[in-house]
């Protein structure tokens, strides 16, 4: 799904010490480490996802000039034997305080021997960065041959998701209402996004509308699920004739009749399998629109080891004998350092111990008042629904243009009946693998995510 090449993703409190350390001194180059886990792609391509940054100590630099650098070999042993021992990759960033944005002969004599020194304790791909400002930078690839490329996206994910170096170049006319909204830079950006939609129920299919209107250029799409007649009163795009077709392929036809230039990927499959879980890793923000409790603990799993944000979005009508009792939605934002799904309740040890039983064992335990019977269908109405899911798609373009202005909420409530909207920011329980940042940004790892995952089933 993302473009061959290795890329990279930082954390934005990486790029903020980066910042610090690099432009502490102006009157003179300067430079450190960033360790950064693995996220291999499908098609060859590779993301860098940042872990931890080191300075080059003072007493580390051979030369320390204006408009040269040179580091010691003592300076990078430490930090390479921890590339290998995790299986990660390593970064060398400067500053060149006067300019250029780009590598100097200098650097390419440089960085040839000590890439040379690095690929042989631990093979890369490898790269370097360039800083003009803290913000400003460019990059490139060490490939374990000596060959060197271009860096071809550079990504921050935070408070914010940003596109340092990247984004499409052209603008369709066709936005031309966006952009007069939030600028053609953030419709480049858009763009050049893969976004992830796991389930296309209610909120899925109206999340996923509004991602194809905006110019989202790629979508990958996830569900296991057939259409029944009983949902078409809620999933958008969907027709009474489709009574047994995949969901996802529903939204597949939306986006060809629509003749948006949006290319989207379909999968009939779970997120409970590895292999359709693995696909995700492609993407830059994934949406959370399924009601079960698994599939939303690997998405919480994902947005902390592989840096993707994950916006997981639900509705809950609560009805007795056909009144409304309440409607809540919620919009809940999982990054690194904030409170995950487990934390926040939302997924608790019975409710997937429950959902793991077959259908037989859990109406048994349920007679016997071990556990919650299986539920009658809950009740769901379009504009809740789809205004949870537009509360989320919000938060994408909060995230991407900061219209909101700087906020440290990482969820959204809304309740329809009183009604009221709410934000807060929960920190992680201490206890929780959420909290544990030895995990973020590890990237490929056995068993991936480090769940245990079922057997597959043979594909259909
Ligand atoms: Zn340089
Ligand atoms: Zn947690």
New binding site residues.
Partial sequence: MSAPGVTLTLRSEHLASLGALLFDRTDVESAAYVLCGRSAGEDGSERLLSRAVVPVRPQHYRRRERDRLSVADESFVPVVKRVRTEGGALLLAHSHPDGPLAFSEQDDREEARLFAAVQRRAPGPHGSLVFTAPDELVGRVWRPDGRTGPMARVTVVGERLRVLVGGAEDVSPIFDRQVRAFGPDVQRVLADLTVGVVGLGGTGSAVFEQLLRLGVGRLLLIDDDRFDGTNVNRVHGSRLTDVGRPKVEIASRTAADSGLPTRVTAIDGSVLDASVARRLRGCDVVFGCTDRQLPRLVL?RLATRYLIPVIDVGALVDAHDGTIRSVAGRVTTLVPGA??????GQVTADGLRAEALSASDRERLAAEGYVRGLDAPSPAVVPFTTVVASLGVAELLQRLTGFMGPRASTETLLRFDLPKLATNAVP??AS????DASTWGRGDEEPFLGLTWRQEAPAR
Avoid: E, K
């Fill in positions: 919480s409170s995950c799904l487990l934390c926040r992680p329980s929780c693998d959420c909290a």
